[in-house]
């Protein structure tokens, strides 16, 4: 039996090929072209701010704070081997909002709490950022009364995950939008993708109501 040896062809992309272009290179055997062509493939230019995002996206401390049903809801399912949060690198929640960059609000906010999560996200670390997860949050659901407040009338929210509780795979899909939004490439909204910029429609400045107009301010007994 004769045997001989042959280059590889195939995908220049196969591991095996890279393997041994690499193996090339380590030895000297590349120059010219092809030393040009493998510095080429391999070199990656960017700049400190897209950096220092794309570290921050992979990098999120989750705040381990809970307000109702959907609190179980978020670690149980996210950080549980089905989803694995850790392999984008959130599996680090932190118990001080000292040590966290982001807030997950799960569950109903009620008048009283309000002032309570607003004060811990201010002690949260910049940059920061927050998921309002669940229909009681984002427009308080079934329990639309006037003890309970949405999330985005006393705090800014990043990303609304709906659903009543929502399912881990729609939690998953909100973290990684605000993952895309912090590497600063969000998604394009539907003004945006339906050229529809132009067409909001705002109520006049007389009927504006304040951003914090049914939350009770720190301190107050009001309800109580």
């Known amino acids: 039996m004769e045997i ?3 280059r590889i062809a195939g995908d220049a992309g196969s591991l095996r090929v890279r393997q041994l272009r690499a193996r090339d290179l380590l030895r000297g055997d590349l120059d010219g072209p092809e030393l040009e062509r493998y510095v080429e493939e391999r070199v990656l230019t960017t700049t400190v701010d897209r950096a220092a995002a794309w570290a ?10 809970g307000l109702a049903c959907c609190g179980i809801e978020f670690p149980m ?7 694995d949060m850790a392999r984008f690198g ?8 000292r040590q966290a960059d982001l807030i997950v609000l799960s569950g109903r906010v009620s008048i009283k709490m309000a002032p309570i999560i607003r004060r811990l996200y201010d002690q949260m670390l910049e940059p920061k950022w927050a998921i309002a997860m669940g229909a009681c949050c984002s427009s308080m ?8 407040v ?8 990043d990303v609304h995950v709906p659903g009543c509780p929502p399912r881990p795979e729609a939690v998953m899909h909100g973290v990684l939008k605000l993952r895309k939004m912090i590497q600063r490439d969000p998604d394009a909204g539907w003004r ?12 006049p400045h007389s009927h504006q109501h304040p951003a ?13």
């Open 56 to 65: 921050r996206s992979n990098a999120l401390f989750p705040l381990t704070f």
């Open 192 to 203: 945006e993708r339906y050229g529809a910029q132009g067409t909001e429609e705002l109520l």
């Open 90 to 97: 959130y599996e680090a929640l932190r118990a001080s909002p």
């Open 4 to 6: 001989a040896r042959e």
């Open 212 to 224: 914090a107009e049914n939350v009770s301010p720190a301190g107050d007994t009001a309800g109580a």
């Open 77 to 83: 399912h996210t950080v549980a081997s089905r989803m």
């Open 141 to 148: 659901g079934v329990f639309n009364n006037y003890a309970i």
């Open 150 to 157: 949405p999330a985005d009338k006393f705090m800014p929210i």
